[in-house]
């Protein structure tokens, strides 16, 4: 059962257009979600986060964007820059309980932005 | 950089032999996660330890146990490895655990013949 899904395994984009990448969920009980990029043979870094409480930050050139009732959030890359080019996951967690933060991550989306 | 180092960065081993996985923080947090990550399936929680000798299981846990004798260092072993298991693993930290960001270390590539 897959908690969180990130149903487009690609996005191509032009440099200087905008890159939108989504992710669904199913767990209600998630109130905190992460987007982290991937280079080839390194490991994830955080991007940024939304709290359950908010349906937006921003944090640059990016903003995610969370929608509850849909179950649905979104990143937004403005303008789109070849180094952006990479593995894109979500994530999402509970801070309730004894969750201890785990995360459940999406499939991840490969963004490749082209010049 | 949260200051986490993996070792060995790359093995490859063969079916049946154990096989342990370091990670390494510097900064004394007390949250510590290992999760593998394959094709089609993102990272998946293996592993976690919430302090000293505190650990449970994540989602993928059979095959694999984990020790954490020191706040810096959490080890996962792969008892008698398949080749089910070659993946890349990662550790992970994170200051206050819920609701909290979680920093990876650069990986470990396991082969297992």
């Known amino acids: 059962d897959q908690q969180v899904k990130q149903n487009s395994p690609s996005l191509s984009v032009q440099e200087g257009r905008i890159s939108i990448l989504n992710c669904d969920y199913t767990?209600?009980?998630?109130?905190?979600f992460l987007w982290y990029k991937k280079y080839p043979a390194e490991g994830p870094t955080f991007l940024i986060s939304?709290?359950?409480?908010?349906d937006k930050n921003e944090d640059g050139r990016f903003t995610v964007f969370l929608n509850k009732s849909a179950k649905h959030l979104s990143l937004h890359i403005v303008p789109s820059q070849p180094g952006d080019s990479a593995v894109y996951f979500c994530a999402a967690s509970s801070a309730g309980g004894t969750s201890y933060g785990k995360l459940t991550f999406g499939q991840g989306t490969i963004l490749t932005v082209h010049p | 950089d949260a200051g986490i180092t993996q070792s060995p960065r790359h093995k490859v081993t063969e079916t049946g032999t154990p096989v342990t996985l370091r990670c390494h923080q510097t900064?004394?947090?007390?949250?510590m996660y290992w999760y593998r990550q394959d094709p089609g399936h993102g990272l998946r929680l293996i592993h976690y330890s919430y302090g000293v000798k505190d650990t449970d299981k994540g989602e993928v846990s059979d095959g694999y146990s984990v020790s954490r004798s020191k706040t810096e260092d959490f080890l996962l072993t792969l008892e008698s490895a398949t080749s089910s298991q070659t993946s890349v693993y990662f550790c992970?930290?994170?200051?206050?655990?819920?609701?909290?960001?979680?920093?990876f270390g650069p990986g470990t590539r396991l082969t297992v013949l």
């Open positions: 900064e004394n947090h007390r949250y």
């Open positions: 992970a930290i994170s200051v206050r655990g819920a609701g909290d960001t979680q920093y």
């Open positions: 767990n209600s009980m998630f109130d905190y």
């Open positions: 939304i709290s359950s409480i908010k």
